[in-house]
């Protein structure tokens, strides 16, 4: 039986990002994916006859440029189509687009308010300044708080240098941004509530968090960080589904030398004297390894893979700690022809990008209000894209697939279970598009709804979060998941983090796999 | 007649604080306030934290030769919890009337609370680190492990950080209340646990006779070391030279008083939003100032009513989610249900103060008198359980009532408010502004939180460095 340097547990993209890098330095590695597809949420599925769904994760936008060069992803298949427009249809009027180009998009915001135009090219130019520092952070590891080692000194210098060189102004700015709450951050900039609306809406994604809520302006941030020129742009579709980003990724470790099974779901982690040495599957077959790195969320991987007998009690108790709080849902369509929305109509270009149903910060904030105290939002946050009209291969001729992302759906509810309201959910779903575009209803020809216990049971996401935990402050950085977990390393000698829930965290960035698996290059045990 | 070396614009605690440091310093201070009678908020009693005095500041005016009279301990906080049930909290005697659970808890909450508070009292109390030097000197502290546990429990929302501790619902309800006192935010939402814990870092002794008394002795203070208080005076105006440096004051009677410095111990929002006019302002710093943040959610009542069920420094609230819907309805601009209450002993010997959270600024149709009363019978029946029938609102000050009363645009009692984003930076670093000369001492200004004094005092140490003959080359403008 082969021994195996490292075993990648769960194919997800940031585990096949992990496994390219670790096969690239010269380790015989494993990968170990539960389902019968790769990608983890990063999917794409056939759910209806010739209907490709990106399940779960729907855009690509923060796919580190560095990665894709260092594992020549491009050439193993990765390629995202930008999207050129956001847009938000409203009850009167004609709604929203903000494009790439600045002139037009000017032209669009101008009709709500002239100075909103007027200041939003300073605003994104602003953001723009800002995302350099963040993506600064998110480049390297974290440092360790307070540590003097040279590689932790140079993570702050590093930082700082990124801080010194914005303007006086912008450091003021960019002090408050992190703990502000988007909706304050953009009042400062912003008159026009419909403008507001689908920018704040960008701070919450993912998280149990409303635009009111402190700590969201910094994730507005996001939209401003990919390299691709402008202000939209970063935001992109892959084509043939988020699928192939995953599926580029593993043929990127398959050819490094990596080696990838399906269908072989993982049942614990082998310890032996308090070390991992390898895994057992479910079918009770055993894998050695010089050391595992877990792709999961930190929970089901310590917990679950390991359990709790075998750890510290300070890790079982900052981890029990750890909120995931999921709050998302996701409701695909297979469509018989193009939505139609009332305020714009026609298969425009408008259609081609994403399509949020924020209307106003009101709005948002009363679906958040609605799901803190456990039930989902009747009229929710959805954020919609139709990738059949950029990428005509997920669907047949003339067909299309309408992929929504949806907030809030807590994934504990006050009252009843998730399987009894999945429907309800879906339903509240299509009744709020329907009233912006009417005639959806009965152009539906299948529907999926995802709840939070659907990601949870389909997907492994703990509570269903889509980030492996909750992206608030307090877990965040060097705190990401906890601040002794926050260094890939677990206490378990030889067993690493990989997932979403580690530092950066949270969106298709192969960040965490890229980190992480520098991370084991660096150690002794490696 | 010789200018005034400083002219203070608000006689409240922090405005004489600073008025009484520079003048023990022989500088020549006139204090102008709008009120007939000095102590600003504290003076009708509308704060009640009188515990929170920073006294290490203030040793220097040796107010206890003018009548200052502290307890030995901190004054208990008593949770009313049902219906004529009530806890006491203190930080010595284990807390009385909780279930094990939760006295089990309470130790728990206060060795967070003790290992905690010596850092944030040492990163609170000196001025906002700017410089190298600053930093360094504060490296050993982000070293330490109180930092680790600071960072990660600050973010927390007030429910995630005391369900950590108690099960009680009003008893976590009732420790929330600080949160929704200085923050714009229900107890679920994020970095309510760092109003808590900055209420606990500013917790010690408490004055005797509360707030009134801490004005009377701070006055007395001030004046005996030279200083000249004007009541009812109104500031209308500061000047601003042509250099740019503050040089007077004009008044609304039209009389103008010239001086070498101001230090406006009011909102820093009413010194931007009107008494410095158009020009005295950069740009981007005006765009800055124009949105601090300063809602205030608290209505303050009188009532007339010998209460011997209700001791001084009881909360009332009805629970978490409770109170977070009653948040919900705020947002919103509809009046709430049930309210946090927090009772203190009025100024007449049958009176009683209490403080109502979670007031809207100005409910949707403005605070009509069927709006005023309708929110005096909220409280009373919230309140009626631990109160004599006889018991009767006297007054009531609602949000907006304190921004036409005090000049505080948007009724915040501690007059910005304790966002994070607003804490280090509130309302410029370092106190001093744009206009050179112009100093805040306010509760608007750094360190802010309860009733410390602290603003004022450190404010005055700003003032007296800036005024050393190498003070202005060092000063850091970097924020301008």
Redesign the interface.
Known sequence: MTRYDVVVVGGGHNGLVCAAYLAKAGRSVLVLERRHVLGGAAVSEELYPGFTFSVASYVVSLFRPHIIRELDLARHGYHVIPMDCAFQPLHDGPGLARWTDYERTRREIAYFSRHDAEVYPEFSRVMTRMGQLAKVAIDHPPPV??SLHPRDLRTMLRLRRAFRNLD??LQ??A??????SAA?FL??WFESPVLKGPLSASGIIGTF?GV????TAYVLLHHYMGEIDGAFRSWGLSRGGTGSVSAACANAARAFGAEIRLSSPVAQVLLRNGRATGVVLDNGDEVEAKLVVSNLDPSSTLFGLVGKKHLPAATIKALS?Y?YHGSSGKVNLALDSVPEFACRPGAGDHLRGDIAIAPDV?YL?QAY?EA??GAFSRRPFINAVIPSLTDPSVAPPGKHVLSCFVQYAPYHLSEGAWEEQRDAFGDAVVDTLSEYAPGLREKILFRQVLTPWDLEQQFGLTEGNIFHGEL???QLFF?RPT?DLAHYRTPIRNLWLCGSGTHPGGGIMGASGELAAKAVLRSRHA | MKAYDAIVIGAGLNGLTAAALLARAGWRILVIEQHNEVGGLAGPGILHDHGSLCTKLLAGLRLQDHGLELTRTAAPLHAATGAGERVTLSAEAPAGGLSPDDAEGYRQYRAVCSRTVPLFRKLLLRPVPQRKADFLMLLPCWRSAAARELLHLAPLSAKDFLDQFFVHDALKAALAVPSLQAMYGGPFAPFGALAILMHEAMRGQHVVGGLPALAGVLHEAAASHGVKTRTSTQAEEILVSKAGQACGVRLATGETIATRMVAAACSPKEVFGSLLRFGAQRHMFAWRTRHLRGRGTTAHMVLDAAAPALLPCTRIAPGLEALERSFDRLKRGELPDTFALEIAAGRKAAQLSVLAHCVPYRPKGGWTDAARSELTGRVMEQLLPHLPSTAQVSQLRTPADLENEYRIPGGHCYHLEQAPDQLLVRPVPNFASPVAGLFFCGSGAHPSGSVTCAPGALAARAMAAYQKPLGRLFRNNRHI
């Open positions: 708080l307070g006086p102004e003021h700015l002090v408050r941004l992190f703990t502000m304050d009042d400062l968090k009111r809520t402190p700590g700690r909120k009101g904030e209000d803190k105290y608030s402050l307090e705190q601040a």
